[in-house]
């Protein structure tokens, strides 16, 4: 799944601040879950009451570092690869069309 963060989600974000990071705001509004914690590493969501863990790629922790310290990045996007929580056992807002074998 492609996570894009966008000028709203960077200009709306707040440095040092891991529920407010343009990054959790973009998690939050692209899998449409209420809560969002990032690192520079990792990310926690709540579905359903339910705390998940979510391992960012390499290069959005040093999007997250270069903001945290300059204050300015233009809009991107990663992805969020399909497999764990992905594959619709967990997080029902996100469907993945190669977790189901059946199809």
Known sequence: MKINVKWADIR???SAKT?????????KRELGV?????????ATITVDGE????????NVGNKIR???RFH???PFSFELWCSGFLTGQRL???SC???NPSR
């Open 19 to 27: 529920t407010e990071c343009m990054v959790a705001l973009a998690l």
């Open 51 to 58: 705390s998940l863990k979510v391992y960012l790629p390499k």
């Open 66 to 68: 270069f903001w945290d």
């Open 92 to 94: 029902h807002a996100v």
């Open 12 to 14: 709306n974000g707040r």
């Open 97 to 99: 069309p190669t977790a």
């Open 34 to 42: 209420p809560y969002a914690s990032v690192g520079p590493r990792e």
């Open 72 to 74: 300015f990045v233009l």
